[in-house]
């Protein structure tokens, strides 16, 4: 492990479900990202924290809900998603400021059915 | 904001030859230009990244180049190995930004 861990690791969960995702990072960052892997795709930015307040919220549906409680721990909460938001969520952390020296989890692989 | 374009979205090589992939940016603000390295199943890894005072930065097999006037960057790996084979991402930001990545490059070498 490179120090951000990503629970679970693989999802699969019905339109009308609520679940949430977790990323934790024991590398003593200060900023947090979500960010969404589609196949095709480029990494579409989600959310950004720095020093648990969130920075960026690039235009993301209401259904995906994030929460970071501290600098280590950066949640989403999920509900009513849509078939196609299924696609590897990758959380990611950095030290200094926001921007420089990602270091990314190994994803949850979602799937929405 | 910005926006990442990058080519070829495949590449496929002989294991000895050279790879070049390009990137081109939209924000002449931006000042940072990483490279990452995503391999099958695994999570993106930084290879290599360049600041916009810097024309060129090599590390072994890997070079970055940057033409901040035409705002694009390049990633040139030489003597490339089957252990190359992965999806390359360029991205680019400035400074208290999230990085913005452009859509990758399957990179196949063949022995």
């Known amino acids: 492990e490179t120090g951000v861990t990503q629970t679970p690791r693989h999802l699969v969960m019905g339109m009308t479900n609520k679940k949430s995702l977790k990323c934790e990072q024991h590398?003593?960052?200060?900023?947090m990202y979500w960010y969404k892997q589609s196949a095709k795709k480029p990494l579409e930015l989600m959310f950004v924290?720095?020093?648990?307040?969130?920075?960026e919220n690039n235009s993301v549906p209401s259904r995906f809900s994030p929460e970071c409680p501290n600098s280590s721990h950066l949640f989403l909460h999920l509900h009513t998603l849509q078939p196609e938001d299924s696609a590897l969520y990758l959380c990611?952390?950095?030290?200094?400021?926001?921007?420089?020296?990602?270091?990314f989890g190994s994803g949850t692989r979602l799937t929405v059915v | 904001g910005e926006n990442v374009e990058q080519h070829p979205s495949t590449l496929s090589v002989q294991e000895g030859d050279s790879a070049v992939i390009k990137c081109t940016y939209s924000?002449?603000?931006?000042?940072?230009f990483p490279w990452y390295k995503q391999e099958l199943g695994k999570r993106p890894q930084l290879i290599i990244d360049?600041?916009?005072?810097?024309g060129e930065k090599k590390d072994q097999r890997i070079a970055v180049t940057l033409n901040k006037t035409a705002k694009h960057f390049s990633l040139h790996i030489t003597e490339t190995q089957p252990e190359d084979s992965a999806v390359y991402f360029c991205?680019?930001?400035?400074?208290?930004?999230?990085?913005?990545f452009g859509k990758g490059t399957t990179l196949s070498v063949s022995s």
């Open positions: 990611a952390s950095s030290q200094d400021r926001v921007g420089y020296g990602y270091t």
């Open positions: 590398l003593g960052h200060n900023a």
């Open positions: 924290y720095n020093f648990k307040e969130q920075t």
């Open positions: 924000d002449s603000a931006s000042n940072y």
């Open positions: 360049i600041r916009s005072n810097v």
């Open positions: 991205a680019a930001n400035q400074a208290g930004t999230a990085l913005i």
